[in-house]
């Protein structure tokens, strides 16, 4: 009597506790470090959903919902772009882990963004094309939605063996040109209170002079170069600001560029904004790796007194 070995389904990688449930690691073991990015990211969906439900956002809720959305979209883009220099920072290399999750979280962010403005035009997908097609902003946006969306599709393990790990890199290096194309559109939806794409901005400079500086993904740059790359994103934030005032509302540039003179403590502008966000966590990561350090070697030096 033959016996019949049953064929593994094509789904078998993708039922894997450890790449369908989000709280558990590759092992399928609960994590915690996994649970608590997991509640994180879920957080401004629900606090989002809440305040949707009382009624707080009239006169036109989802509208008011489809810019919410948007806006942690990319808001969570960047904390997954952030991954990267803050495991090395940090000394945390287990942060990796958890990157995936965040720049798939991102899209599902995108595209319900994208789904609640159909949404808002009742679903007249014909309508909802054109928009697209003849608004840049709106144009800018879906192209951006469209890179996230192949990003998601292979950053599965199965897609990186197929891909083989240079061109997997390589394809995943386009999530920087999603970024770029997120704070544009941000820009353009903003309008006259730009304060938050510029900060973007700037942070993104910032992200961009770190994995030009870095040269291996554990070791980050010196203190006194990411501090100087700090300063340097803040100057370029002024510089976009004034751009953006120029070129985009008729208000002359070197107001703006004035403006930032003002002490942070009279007026914060967005490049003092950066600067604060930049050095402050550029200090205090290199203060908790100096903890953890002297931490992990205080036993040794106590076993040899």
């Given amino acids: 009597m033959s016996i019949r070995t049953a064929t593994p389904s094509p789904l078998s990688g993708w039922l894997k506790p450890a790449l369908w449930i989000p709280w558990q690691d590759r092992t399928g073991r609960f994590s915690p470090m996994h649970g608590l990015v997991f509640f994180a990211l879920l957080l401004p969906a629900a606090i989002i959903a809440v305040r949707w439900s009382l009624g707080e956002y009239q006169p036109r809720p989802v509208n008011e919902v489809v810019h919410q959305t948007g806006l942690w979209a990319i808001r969570i883009l960047f904390v997954s772009l952030a991954v990267t220099p803050l495991r090395a920072m940090l000394g945390m290399p287990k942060l990796i882990a958890v990157r995936r999750m965040i720049g798939v979280t991102a899209f599902a962010y995108v595209l319900v963004h994208l789904l609640l403005y159909a949404l808002d035009e009742n679903f007249r997908l014909l309508k909802v094309a054109t928009e697209i097609l003849v608004r840049y902003y ?3 946006g879906f192209c951006a939605l469209m890179l996230l969306a192949t990003l998601a599709w292979t950053s599965t393990g199965a897609a990186i063996r197929r891909l083989g790990g240079r061109h997997w890199q390589n394809v995943h290096r386009l999530v920087y040109i999603a970024a770029v194309l997120g704070v544009a559109h941000h820009f353009m939806q903003s309008k006259v209170d730009v304060a938050e794409p510029t900060i973007m901005t700037g942070l993104l400079v910032w992200l961009m002079l770190y994995r030009l500086a870095s040269k ?5 740059p010196s203190l006194v170069v990411l ?6 994103a803040a100057l370029l934030t002024v510089a976009a600001e004034a751009a953006y005032y120029e070129l985009f509302t008729g208000i002359d540039g070197t107001r703006v560029l004035e403006a930032n003179l003002i002490p942070p403590w009279e007026q914060a502008r967005p490049a003092w904004k950066v600067l604060a966000i930049l050095a402050g966590s550029v200090v205090g990561a290199a203060l908790w790796r100096r ?4 931490r992990k070697r205080a036993p040794s030096g106590a076993a040899q007194q």
């Avoid at 501090?227 to 340097?232: F, H, N």
């Fill in 138 to 140: 709106l144009l800018i």
């Fill in 216 to 220: 291996r993904p554990t070791t980050p």
């Fill in 227 to 232: 501090l100087g790359m700090a300063v340097i």
């Fill in 291 to 294: 903890f953890v350090t002297r």
